[in-house]
T-cell receptor
Framework: QQQVKQSPQSLIVQKGGISIINCAYENTAFDYFPWYQQFPGKGPALLIAIRPDVSEKKEGRFTISFNKSAKQFSLHIMDSQPGDSATYFC?????????????FGTGTLLAVQP | ETGVTQSPTHLIKTRGQQVTLRCSSQSGHNTVSWYQQALGQGPQFIFQYYREEENGRGNFPPRFSGLQFPNYSSELNVNALELDDSALYLC???????????FGPGTRLTVL
């Protein structure tokens, strides 16, 4: 019930294309869903996050789509660039105290080809 | 505004030894969480510290322990190191129960 399932494991996209990464969760107590970007040898960087009261959030080229009934959420990277090549992790948590621990997906390695 | 910092960057230990990793939280943050990231995996929650008390723990044995200091910095201690403890150890800071957690660069621990 604590798992967050992420797909695909790896993704190759041409420059200018759209990258789509999907995640699914089981625990309906989760109410915060962030995406992190991680470059080799670095810590994860918070990219964008959403709460279940909205179905979509956009920040620049990055959009989260959220489907509460299906317990799924996805990251869309528009106009993908070679600099976006990194590992992307979805995560989920509840609010407050120990419940704000992040449960991470297994990651998606994105390669954007020039 | 100072981000999350961790030390050391890299560390090599042998099986059975003990290790201490350090983390300074982002300015204004009073909560520190520690995560273990094995190669090719997502980070796994170890424990969290809030107001110098452990505030939740993941599925890690007691040989993983921690401290938080009055300035909100934190230490992660691992005793009796095992080969499987080789990983990137990440510290994340946040404010209170706020979900937004900001990660440091991590400490790469290698156990031989």
């Amino acid at each position: 019930q604590q798992q967050v399932k992420q797909s695909p494991q790896s993704l190759i996209v041409q420059k200018g294309g759209i990258s789509i990464i999907n995640c699914a969760y089981e625990n309906t107590a989760f109410d915060y869903f962030p995406w992190y970007q991680q470059f080799p040898g670095k810590g994860p960087a918070l990219l964008i996050a959403i709460r279940p009261d909205v179905s979509e959030k956009k920040e620049g080229r990055f959009t989260i789509s959220f489907n509460k009934s299906a317990k799924q959420f996805s990251l869309h990277i528009m106009d993908s660039q070679p600099g976006d090549s990194a590992t992307y992790f979805c995560a989920a948590s509840g609010y407050g105290g120990a419940t704000n621990k992040l449960i991470f997906g297994t990651g998606t390695l994105l390669a954007v080809q020039p | 505004e100072t981000g999350v910092t961790q030390s050391p960057t890299h560390l090599i230990k042998t099986r059975g030894q003990q290790v201490t990793l350090r983390c300074s939280s982002q300015s204004g943050h009073n909560t520190v969480s520690w995560y273990q990231q094995a190669l090719g995996q997502g980070p796994q929650f170890i424990f969290q510290y809030y107001r110098e008390e452990e505030n939740g723990r993941g599925n890690f044995p007691p040989r993983f322990s921690g401290l938080q200091f009055p300035n909100y910095s934190s230490e992660l201690n691992v005793n009796a190191l095992e080969l499987d403890d080789s990983a990137l150890y990440l510290c994340a800071s946040s404010f209170g129960g706020n979900n937004e957690q900001f990660f440091g660069p991590g400490t790469r621990l290698t156990v031989l």
